[in-house]
C-alpha cells in the first residue's frame, strides 16, 4: 500500500498568491516525521520544512508552512506570496521512528506564472 | 549538517558501458544511500551502502547491475553496468547523520547525478 499519497501531479499559481500542495499518508506507528523537499530542474533536493507527529503546532519556515492534521493523516504545504523561483517539483515524505529511510510521495510539479 | 558533492554531475554513455558515480560528504555520517530517479517519477531506493561491508539492496535491485562500495565513511560510489536507455535517471546519493528515525535535520542529498544512455 502507498505510504504517501500526492494526488495532485501539477499545479498552477500566479505570482504572489499562496498555492497549497496536498499530502496525505498511511502509517500505523505513532511516532514519525514529515517532510518536504524541493527539486528543481537541476535535480537536487532541497529539504523544506519538517514536522513531527508528537508536535503541538504546525510547522513555519518562513514562507512555507505545513497544515498537519494528524486525525486525517494530511500533511498540505502551504507556500505564501508565490515566487517564479518556487517552480519546481515537490516532494512530500515520510519517516517512521527507528527507521533511516523515508518513503516519498509521486511528487507536485508547481508551476508559477508571472 | 552534511554538505555532499557527486561527481559527475551529468553524462552521456553508450549502450552496453558502465558508469561509476562517486559521493563525497564533507564528514562522517552514519548511513549512506543511493537513490535512483526516473523521468517524471518519485525517488526510488537503490541501496543502503554499508561502510566497510557489501551494500543492502532494495527489492528489483541486484550487484551485479548496481555495484556500489563504501570505504569509509564519507565516500561512496555506484557504479550503473552494462548500461541500457532505461537507467537514464538522475541518481542521488544521500546520508543520514543522526541516530534516531524522525530528526529532520539529519537526511541530507547530494545535488544529483543525470545519467542519460543512448
Known amino acids: 500500500a502507498q505510504k504517501i499519497t500526492q494526488t495532485q501531479p501539477g499545479m498552477f499559481v500566479q505570482e504572489k498568491e499562496a498555492v497549497t500542495l496536498d499530502c496525505t499518508y498511511d502509517?500505523?506507528?505513532?511516532?514519525?516525521?514529515l517532510f518536504w523537499y524541493k527539486q528543481p530542474s537541476s535535480g537536487e533536493m532541497i529539504f523544506l520544512i519538517y514536522?513531527?507527529?508528537?508536535?503541538?503546532q504546525n510547522a513555519t519556515e518562513g514562507r512555507y508552512s505545513l497544515n498537519f492534521q494528524k486525525a486525517r493523516k494530511s500533511a498540505n504545504l502551504v507556500i505564501s506570496a508565490s515566487q517564479l523561483g518556487d517552480s519546481a517539483m515537490y516532494f512530500c515524505?515520510?519517516?517512521?521512528?527507528?527507521?533511516?529511510?523515508?518513503?516519498f510521495g509521486r511528487g507536485t510539479s508547481l508551476i508559477v506564472h508571472p | 549538517s552534511a554538505v555532499i558533492s557527486q561527481k559527475p554531475s551529468r553524462d552521456i554513455c553508450q549502450r552496453g558501458t558502465s558508469l561509476t558515480i562517486q559521493c563525497q560528504v564533507d564528514?562522517?555520517?552514519?548511513?549512506m544511500f543511493w537513490y535512483r530517479q526516473q523521468p517524471g517519477q518519485s525517488l526510488t531506493l537503490i541501496a543502503t551502502?554499508?561502510?566497510?561491508?557489501?551494500?543492502?539492496?532494495e527489492s528489483g535491485f541486484v550487484i551485479d547491475k548496481f555495484p556500489i562500495s563504501r570505504p569509509n565513511l564519507t565516500f561512496s560510489t555506484l557504479t550503473v553496468s552494462n548500461m541500457s536507455p532505461e537507467d537514464s535517471s538522475i541518481y542521488l546519493c544521500?546520508?543520514?547523520?543522526?541516530?534516531?528515525?524522525?530528526?529532520?535535520?539529519?537526511?541530507?542529498f547530494g545535488p544529483g547525478t543525470r545519467l542519460t544512455v543512448l
Open positions: 551502502a554499508n561502510q566497510g561491508s557489501e551494500a543492502t539492496y
Open positions: 502509517t500505523s506507528d505513532p511516532s514519525y516525521g
Open positions: 544521500s546520508a543520514f547523520t543522526g541516530t534516531s528515525g524522525t530528526s529532520y535535520n539529519e537526511q541530507f
Open positions: 514536522q513531527g507527529s508528537y508536535d503541538q
Open positions: 564528514s562522517q555520517v552514519t548511513m
Open positions: 515524505a515520510m519517516r517512521e521512528v527507528g527507521s533511516y529511510i523515508p518513503t
